[in-house]
Every structure is written in C-alpha cells, then in structure tokens.
C-alpha cells in the first residue's frame, strides 16, 4: 500500500504562485510515477503533470506547460508542484497521484493510489 498526503493548497491572486507537496508513505517502487491531477466542481479529473521516479521524466498538460513545474525528491519520498503566473482557471482541487510503474501517466484511471485532495482557489 502506497499513502499519499498533499499539502500547499491555499488562495492566490492571479499572477501570483504556489507550491504543492505530495509526500508518500508505504510501499515504493523503482519505475513508480507520481502525478497531478485537478478536478473542479461538476468536471472531469484532469492531468496536469506528472514524473517518472527512476528517470525524472516529466510530462506536462499544454494548459500547464510553461507554468508549472513537477520535481520528486526520491530521498524524501516526495513529489512538487510548482505553480506559476496562475489563472482563474487553475482554480481546482489538486489531487496527487502514485502508480506503480511506467505506463499511461496521463489517465486517472491508471493510477492506483491518490491522495485527499488540496484545495487551490485563484482569484481574478
């Protein structure tokens, strides 16, 4: 079993910057992903980004890319995101993601394990 707990969510004014950590506890594996994803209220979860463990890999949604940065601290077992220049529309409840080895990073349904959720409000 794999525990994932998010925090750094918060409120921020447009423009302005926040940074999520996702730390894991339980069982890790060499080729594990860890990723992002964010959900707002009556929508699909979403990919945002996500990072392979063994080779720092990253993968980026195009609505992301540029803004935000993934990072994996493999010593603490623990995965970030960097958000920058953010948007109204970032607004979402960000949810950290872990599978247990290479594959399909960009859908939900191929990870095993998520954390609660950290609220992430951008005001315009």
């Known amino acids: 079993q794999v525990q994932l707990v998010e925090s750094g969510g918060g409120l921020v004014q447009a423009g302005g910057s926040l940074r999520l950590s996702c730390a894991a506890s339980g069982r890790t594996f060499s080729n594990s992903v860890m990723g992002w994803f964010r959900q707002s209220p009556g929508k699909e979860r979403d990919f945002v980004a996500a990072i392979v463990r063994s080779t720092s890999n990253t993968f980026y949604a195009d609505s992301v890319k540029g803004r935000f940065t993934i990072s994996g601290d493999n010593a603490k077992n623990t995965v970030y995101l960097q958000m920058n220049s953010l948007k109204p529309e970032d607004t979402a409840v960000y949810y950290c993601?872990?599978?247990?080895?290479?594959?399909?990073?960009?859908?939900?349904?191929?990870?095993?394990?998520w954390g609660q959720g950290t609220q992430v409000t951008v005001s315009s």
């Open positions: 993601a872990a599978r247990e080895s290479y594959g399909l990073v960009r859908s939900p349904s191929a990870y095993a394990y």
